[in-house]
């Protein structure tokens, strides 16, 4: 196995470049910590990233860096051929690219299932609430939560409260979505809904990023693992280099942990 980092120059347009995001010697610190350390790493358009490791490790603060949600102290991120860490780059037109699924759902509670989903397609898309629901009521279809449209989120199970969240999310049809541990508020019997409904984005052609805790929910769904250590990455591979074949030894050390729980 080897330990990739390419660095392709990124050209306005993407025309010379696979890579739909580009992270370069990314660092991010606070005042007695430095979460990531020099992330240098491409995503090519329509790959399923599963990133993995100790808790600690910066994943999440990546995946927050990706969007803006987080600033990065130094390096340069280009996604779609937009230097988004520019201080001058139009954040907002950027991340109409991109969605976010976090673990805590962040669906609405005074809203019914129909409305948490119609609501951003109606502001932010200028659908119309026909268009809206429509949308929104074919994507609950295919996820198996038609009948749940005019349900309160507090009427639904964990399970079902990430699906509609990831629904919303796809609604605005984003090329790139970002997924925070999406299993990790779940018991669980209901991991396997929300795996199901991922993959079958997967097979959409969406670019996606997943943190997550779960080896087997990583194996799953990506078709590439980052394994991040000390924010770092440390080994990136095929999820048979990564879980079956391992040659780096804190990776080793890691899947011996999560194996032993």
Do not use: W
């Not at 696979?18 to 090519?44: F, G, M, Q």
């Not at 943190?211 to 799953?220: D, K, L, P, S």
């Amino acid at each position: 196995m080897t330990e990739k980092h390419e660095t392709r120059d990124a050209c306005a347009g993407g025309s010379m470049n696979t890579s739909i995001i580009s992270i370069r010697h990314l660092c991010k610190e606070y005042l007695n910590v430095t979460p990531l350390k020099d992330i240098s790493v491409e995503i090519k358009k329509g790959e399923v990233i599963s990133i993995i490791g100790p808790s600690g490790t910066g994943k999440s603060t990546l995946l927050r860096c990706i969007n803006l949600l987080e600033t990065p102290t130094k390096g340069e991120i280009v996604v779609d051929g937009v230097v988004t860490t520019d201080k001058k780059c139009n954040i907002n037109l950027v991340r109409q690219k991109m969605g976010m699924v976090f673990q805590s759902f962040n669906l609405f509670a005074h809203k019914t299932i129909i409305e948490n989903i119609m609501m951003g397609q109606v502001d932010l898309l200028g659908r119309s609430r026909q268009e809206a629901y429509d949308r929104g009521m074919e994507l609950l279809r295919n996820i198996g939560l038609a009948d749940k449209a005019f349900s309160y989120p507090d009427e639904l199970s964990g399970g079902q409260k990430q699906r509609a969240a990831i629904a919303r999310t796809v609604a605005m049809e984003p090329e790139i979505i970002l997924f925070d541990e999406p299993t990790s508020a779940l018991d669980p019997e209901l991991v396997g809904e929300v795996l199901n409904t991922i993959k079958s984005l997967a097979e959409d052609g969406t670019t996606m990023i997943l943190v997550t805790h779960e080896i087997g929910f990583a194996r799953e769904v990506a078709r590439r693992i980052l394994f991040m250590d000390g924010g770092r990455i440390a080994a990136d591979g095929t999820p048979e280099e990564i879980i079956d074949h391992p040659e780096n030894p804190r990776l080793m050390q890691f899947l011996n942990f999560v194996n032993r729980k």
